[in-house]
């Protein structure tokens, strides 16, 4: 099985492809011609961990250009039916501190506002064999209704935006829930394999009067707090 991750530079989010012999599969896909051009002939697949614009700009063009069929949790949909959500303008507000450079980037790849329809949807959870590959997918929302996390194979794992390596999860946008995250996704991933999962993260404190973020104290998925070697706890409150 290869893995390929390819940035997409006037945001910084990433696309990655997943391939065994013919068999692909990708995830949060922006219009790369380079990458629609070697897929031609796979049996492909398109997948998101969550709805947001950044994640979705190749998603028509792609699914065009490979015959491919898509994938997502069952709350993307709503939002991607809805034209105000998918606008490339969306992006280029995104962009705005990237500089101009980021705005040429976009304007040549010539985004139009489509709305989408899956081929597959799955609530809590799916398992799914795509030729070669094995795909789980798990419903793990918070920083998105839509948000979910993929396990491919025995050891690929891809997060989205629910598992941010070194940063807070972002649950200020629309349809992002801390106390869903909290209650949800946090233990799912504190859950994981260590072999699979090594980051450390802050997370929202759960205090509702408190808007600051934990410092230090959350290393997935259950190796405890670096300074006092004692597990997070929820109910902690900020230091």
């Known amino acids: 099985m290869q893995i390929e991750r390819i940035p997409f530079p006037p945001i910084g989010s ?6 065994q012999g013919r068999d692909a599969i990708v995830l949060d896909p922006w219009p790369d011609e380079a990458t629609m051009q070697r897929l031609q002939g796979y049996h492909a697949l398109i ?12 998603l028509g063009r792609m699914q065009r250009a490979l015959s491919a069929r898509t994938l997502w949790q069952e709350n993307c949909t709503p939002w991607l039916r809805n034209p105000g959500n998918t606008t490339p303008v969306l992006l280029a507000a995104l ?14 790849l010539h985004l139009k506002t489509e709305t989408y329809a899956p081929d597959m949807t799955f609530g ?19 920083h998105s209704r839509g948000s979910a996390c993929y396990r491919i194979g025995p050891d690929a794992f891809f997060s989205g935006d629910s598992l941010v390596p070194g940063n807070a999860v972002v649950t200020r946008l629309r349809g992002g829930d801390a106390a869903v995250l909290m209650d949800r996704t946090v233990p799912f991933l504190r859950a994981l394999p260590p072999a699979l999962v090594r980051a450390t993260l802050r997370w929202p404190c759960p205090r509702t009067s408190c808007r600051r973020y934990r410092p230090t104290c959350w290393r997935f998925p259950s190796w405890g707090c670096p300074a006092t070697r004692t597990a997070p706890s929820p109910r902690r409150p900020c230091p």
Do not use: C, K
Request: glycine share 12%.
């Open 14 to 19: 990433n696309m990655y492809v997943v391939t």
């Open 47 to 58: 997948v998101l961990t969550h709805e947001h614009i950044d994640h979705i700009s190749g």
């Open 95 to 108: 962009s705005v501190s990237r500089g101009a450079e980021a705005r040429d980037f976009l304007r040549g």
């Open 124 to 142: 809590d959870h799916i398992a799914l064999d795509w030729g070669a590959l094995h795909l789980e997918g798990y419903a793990t929302p918070g």
